[in-house]
T-cell receptor, first 116, second 116 residues
Framework: EPEVTQTPSHQVTQMGQEVILRCVPI?????FYWYRQILGQKVEFLVS????????KSEIFDDQFSVERPDGSNFTLKIRSTKLEDSAMYFCASSEGLGSTNYGYTFGSGTRLTVV | AQTVTQSQPEMSVQEAETVTLSCTYDTSESDYYLFWYKQPPSRQMILVIRQEAYKQQNATENRFSVNFQKAAKSFSLKISDSQLGDAAMYFC?????????????FGEGTQLTVNP
């Protein structure tokens, strides 16, 4: 079963520092996403990415956030200057196009980000 | 914008019994997908079951089945023969069937406890 892989599983960072969260989506998927889940809350959409550009972003995804697909396999989320309220679980996900037989979203195991 | 509502923050069930988790949604789209995800304490997001809105037949996956009522915009999950390993947070989610790569919208989640 193909997987979405995220690294690291847990990251602790000082407030104001930059962090990069990494993801390897499923190889034949076309669409890539980042979601966030603050502890005890629901999962929130951050951004979607297709054809090497952002296709949609939420109001959470402000100038402190950026995404990149630096090579053919990795998909990264950068937080430029972390705040305490950025502490959350960050999920990467990927999907095929709507025409695929088993259309759906596959999630990685998440990166737990703790800002201190 | 689409919304997803799970009105049961917590549910409990005895092992081997059946439990139903509720989900309602709101959308103006006619083509869409609905999902149930399971999130155990590890916080990984695991797909449980998927329903295409154009299909009248309710989806089933082993002990898991849904009751999809399109007119009522209701999408409940039934777990039969509940097992201790079913204990988790369950999220209902909506995905557009009209635009590839669109965001998933999640409900608030239902915490399921399975009692031995």
């Amino acid at each position: 079963e193909p997987e979405v892989t995220q690294t690291p599983s847990h990251q602790v960072t000082q407030m104001g520092q930059e962090v990069i969260l990494r993801c390897v989506p499923i190889s034949n998927h076309l669409y890539f996403y980042w979601y966030r889940q603050i502890l005890g809350q629901k999962v929130e959409f951050l951004v979607s990415f297709y054809n090497n550009e952002i296709s949609e972003k939420s109001e959470i995804f402000d100038d402190q956030f950026s995404v990149e697909r630096p090579d053919g396999s990795n998909f990264t989320l950068k937080i430029r200057s972390t705040k305490l309220e950025d502490s959350a679980m960050y999920f990467c996900a990927s999907s095929e196009g709507l025409g695929s037989t088993n259309y759906g979203y596959t999630f990685g195991s998440g990166t737990r980000l703790t800002v201190v | 914008a689409q919304t997803v509502t799970q009105s049961q923050p917590e549910m409990s069930v005895q092992e081997a019994e059946t439990v139903t988790l509720s989900c309602t949604y709101d959308t103006s789209e006619s083509d869409y997908y609905l999902f149930w995800y399971k999130q155990p304490p590890s916080r990984q997001m695991i797909l449980v079951i998927r329903q295409e809105a154009y299909k009248q037949q309710n989806a089933t996956e082993n002990r898991f089945s849904v009751n999809f009522q399109k007119a009522a915009k209701s999408f409940s999950l039934k777990i039969s023969d509940s097992q201790l390993g079913d204990a988790a947070m369950y999220f209902c989610a909506y995905g557009s069937g009209e635009t590839s790569g669109s965001r998933l919208t999640f409900g608030e989640g239902t915490q399921l406890t399975v009692n031995p």
